[in-house]
């Protein structure tokens, strides 16, 4: 998504669409169970769905990157976007992580948030496509080195 020279990645709304789906199916589910143990399990499951759901529309859009005069970095959060000028990005870089058996390539950005440091990790469901292909784009818009990969 791009306007104003702003580059934007996302989770897909057909995503969170079936997320919520699913979390309807299992309160519905958990309705219909015919015994407490079971009501409460899937109870629990149809919450947690339904909050990945909320969370994931919270956040939207998940990373904008705006290049020019002054290029930054915003993240969208759970309390409201953040802004993240360059100087306050200490490290851009791709890792591998194996999960499930096979490995999932994961898009880390180290910044300056106040007076602390924070890691902000992104996968492909928060980006909406290959967190290389975004590793990519921040490359050539200056936000990140090739050397730091």
């Excluded at 990945?52 to 959060?77: D, E, F, K, N, Y």
């Excluded at 100087?87 to 950005?109: H, N, P």
């Excluded at 975004?134 to 080195?145: I, K, M, P, W």
Aim: zero cysteines; charged letters at 20%.
């Amino acid at each position: 998504m791009e306007s104003d020279g702003a580059t934007s990645w996302t989770t897909p709304v057909s995503a969170l669409v079936a997320v919520t789906g699913g979390g309807f199916v299992l309160v519905v589910a958990a309705i219909l169970a015919q015994d407490g143990p079971s009501r409460l399990l899937v109870g629990l499951a149809a919450f947690a769905v339904l909050a990945m759901a909320v969370l994931g529309v919270r956040q939207r859009p998940r990373l904008t990157m705006i290049p020019g005069p002054a290029p930054r970095l915003v993240i969208g959060t759970l309390t409201g976007p953040k802004e993240y000028p360059l100087d306050r990005i200490d490290r851009i870089r791709m890792v591998s992580y194996r999960r499930l058996g096979r490995k999932s390539a994961m898009l880390e950005v180290d910044v300056q948030h106040g007076d602390t440091e924070r890691l902000l990790i992104f996968g492909r469901w928060d980006l909406g496509t290959n967190p290389h292909d975004v590793y990519d784009a921040l490359v050539v818009n200056g936000f990140a080195s090739v050397a730091e990969s």
